[in-house]
């Protein structure tokens, strides 16, 4: 399988992804990309200072030049590349999988995303022509922009005090920034993982499996604590939990967070993905807002923002994209909006849950298909009749007035995936059960 995703390039080291690949994609990205700069950031894993040093050679001896940004959260680095109105950047990160992955997360143009169809097909089909060294070298300068950031992220801390919050970094890369910013605000910061750490010797750095949750839970309830923040390895994806150390599914947080902006932002577009609650649209129009359905993925959700000046944009995996932070995901500004709204209605995080509450959703299932377009045909053709809407703005999406559903297909395997959600848990059940079994069969 290609190291080259949708999204960015991602495998396991040494045996898909290594050293001299990674020059190469350094080289090949000069080729297609002519710019004089490239900002380069890096995560804890273990072999990313190794991969970034192959990448930054590759890039500087093809005669351009390298801003090295250092080990950074993801957030992090994207706000370098909007502040600094950065020509490109990489960053050498495999977000939240296991210890043996790694890759790149590429931009050009300040934070826009290089995908598959803007840049990755490119590179990869450039990737074993034949590297021609430049005669004046680039240069490498180490520059650190720590203090910058944290200064940015307090302009966005009104009304975030007397909180106690339990915030689990799983050995990532959002510990540094948030015991930086929680020292300056008067909230009580219980850190859990903080110190960035490659082989992950608590758990994985990925909070959307329950079981990565589970000790942020437990602290949580022992220290009575307000909130509880999880962040992923490279911290742009964020999970919740309240103060009963229930785990709140993330388009409900896209919910909270509109009414946030709302209250001062009365008739703004506010953006989530179409695996989304109803609850997260009615809330939306509910609170003044004008409220934009997307399909999955980073890339395209930011094309949206930027075309139809969306000012929040929320998805189910928990990624959490603010216009304030140049288009781009931000772990913390979400946690910042949800304490305000905290302080701003008087109300515990579940209160304000409650309301929210009102279907039942059957989360994403993935299936392996070999076929998944023509799975797609034969559950459409068995599901359309009597629909109250069909739409295909990523896969299929058919919504009865009780019930509705989407399967897509996955980008990058043999997958499909399939999310329910009904007014009743027993028909949601129903058609769970029943859909499985037609994209089994």
């Known amino acids: 399988m290609s190291i080259f995703k949708a999204y960015d390039i991602r495998g396991v080291y040494p045996n898909e992804i290594d050293e001299d690949i990674v020059y190469k ?58 502040s600094q109105n950065a020509e490109a950047g990489i960053m050498i990160t495999a977000s939240h999988n296991p210890k043996q992955y790694n890759g790149c997360k590429m931009c050009f143009g300040g ?28 240069f490498i300068s180490k520059r ?26 799983g050995n990532g890369m959002c510990g540094i920034e948030t015991r930086k910013v929680f020292d300056k605000l008067n909230c009580k910061l219980i850190p859990m993982y903080f110190d960035p750490d490659g082989t992950f010797p608590n758990h994985e750095a990925n ?24 962040f992923d390895g490279d911290g742009d994806r964020v999970m919740f939990v309240d103060e009963n150390a229930e785990i709140i599914p993330s388009d409900l947080i896209t919910a909270i967070i509109a009414q946030s902006f709302l209250k001062k932002e009365k008739g703004a577009v506010i953006a989530y993905d179409l695996r989304s609650s109803w609850a997260v649209k009615e809330t939306i129009e509910s609170n003044g807002g004008k409220a934009l359905m997307c399909r999955v993925g980073h890339s395209f959700i930011k094309q949206q923002m930027r075309e139809n000046n969306v000012i929040f944009a929320g ?14 995901e931000n772990s913390l500004l979400a946690a910042f909006k949800i304490m305000q709204l905290m302080k701003s209605e008087k109300k515990k995080l579940s209160e304000l849950i409650k309301p929210l ?12 298909v070999k076929e998944k377009e023509g ?48 007014k009743t848990k027993e028909l949601m059940e129903q058609k769970k059960d029943e859909i499985s079994r037609i994209i089994k069969l």
Request: hydrophobic residues 40%; glycine residues 8%; contains cysteine.
């Open 375 to 422: 799975k797609i045909r034969e559950i459409e053709e068995i599901y359309s009749k009597g629909a109250a809407n069909i739409f295909k703005l990523d896969g299929l999406s058919i919504e009865y007035n009780d019930w509705w559903f989407n399967v897509r297909p996955s980008n990058t395997e043999p997958v499909l995936r399939l999310i329910i959600e009904a």
């Open 207 to 230: 909070p959307l499996k329950p079981e990565n949750m589970k000790a942020l839970q437990e602290r949580v309830k022992l220290e009575k604590a307000d909130i509880g923040i999880a």
């Open 315 to 328: 998805e189910l995996s928990g990624h959490m994209y603010f216009k304030d932070s140049y288009i781009a």
């Open 25 to 82: 994609i350094g080289a090949a990205f000069t080729r297609i990309f002519k710019v004089k700069n490239i900002f380069v950031g890096y995560d804890m894993r273990v072999s990313s200072p190794k991969l970034f040093a192959a990448l930054t050679r590759g890039i500087a001896d093809c005669g351009i030049n390298v801003t090295d940004c250092g080990m950074v959260s993801t957030p992090f680095f994207y706000y370098i590349l909007g």
């Open 111 to 138: 934070t826009n995303p290089v995908n598959y169809a803007t840049g990755l097909s490119k590179i990869e089909s450039e990737l074993n022509r034949e590297i021609k060294l430049a005669g004046k070298r680039g």
């Open 144 to 169: 650190n922009f720590m203090d910058d950031y944290i200064k940015f992220l307090l302009k966005f801390t009104e009304g975030v005090e007397g909180f106690k919050i339990v915030a689990d970094a």
């Open 357 to 368: 509450k009102k279907y039942f959703s059957s989360g994403e299932i993935n299936f392996e």
